[in-house]
């Protein structure tokens, strides 16, 4: 049974008239992978395409319209696994293409690496052909402004405190894209791209890029998570949530005992989406929302909600 489900972020709406956009966008990725896989197309095809529809969405935190860092600039995260070979592809730190998650697929066929990041990430891109883009949007930088204004008049006083940026303003978690689908030759793959966390630290790299951490496929279940990295690095909750697959949990308690784990643990803000080898689908969080749709065969209409 081939199904797909979409991501595009945990954490809270601000702004209420956003989730027409976002569930929109959500609806759109999901139902170009399906599309994709109707139509015979890979896993892989089909996580690649539905990732592409949102990073191209400015209403979410990844390609176009991703978060700036405290010094104004992009830096992208990407990656992409296919769960029958375990190969997978990704990129950290990337400013001036239009798709990430394109890129990170390049590196996962084209080189013998798994992870390319900053510079030479940027020249492996041009040696492919990528063109020049800028990704930054004025609704960026107008949010930018605005919070850095805020943590340099002591609002937030010291690094350690972003939480309490974050804590206030939720809704700047939301926007972290991911995708996991499961093909009609019964093969898993996952991708997930992001633009980081709001007013990160130059050179930070989140969990998106760091198989196990963000994103993760076996031939026995995939998984795509969003939230604050540093707490999926710290759990690895997409190898976890997979591996509670393979011991034989179904999709949706494995989603479900991730959260609890992070829960338990780390206490940081997480979710995570998930599909098994017999084509369950799961997810789960532990913030106010996470922007979600997925669709499997024989159904007519996505399942979208927030």
Known sequence: MYAIIVHGGAGKLKDRSKEVKVSNGVRRAVLRGYDLLKNGSSSLDAVEQAVRVLEDDPSFNAGTGSVLTFDGKVEMDAAIMYGP??????????DCIRNPIVLARKVMEETDHVLLEGEGARKFAKLMGFE??????????????????????????????I????????????????????????????????????????????????????????????ASSTGIGEGMMRT????????????????????????NFINNTVKLSAGVIAIDNRGNIGFAYNTPYMIRA???EGMEEPVVAL
């Open 85 to 94: 070979t375990l190969k997978v592809g990704a990129i950290a730190g990337v």
């Open 163 to 222: 939480r309490e940026l974050i804590r206030e303003h939720p809704e700047l978690l939301h926007g972290t894209v991911g995708a996991v689908a499961i093909d009609e030759k019964d093969s898993i793959s996952a991708a997930t791209s992001t633009g980081g966390v709001f007013l990160k630290l130059p050179g930070r790299v989140g969990d998106t890029p760091i198989p196990g951490a963000g994103t993760y496929a076996t031939p026995y279940g995939g």
């Open 294 to 296: 997925y669709i499997k």
């Open 236 to 259: 690895l909750l997409t190898k976890t949530v997979v591996d509670f697959i393979r011991m034989g949990l179904d999709a949706q308690t494995a989603a479900e005992a991730g959260i």
């Open 132 to 161: 020049d883009y800028n990704p930054v949007t004025e609704k960026r930088r107008k949010e930018w402004e605005e919070y850095k204004e805020k943590l340099l008049n002591g609002e937030y006083p010291t690094w350690p405190k």
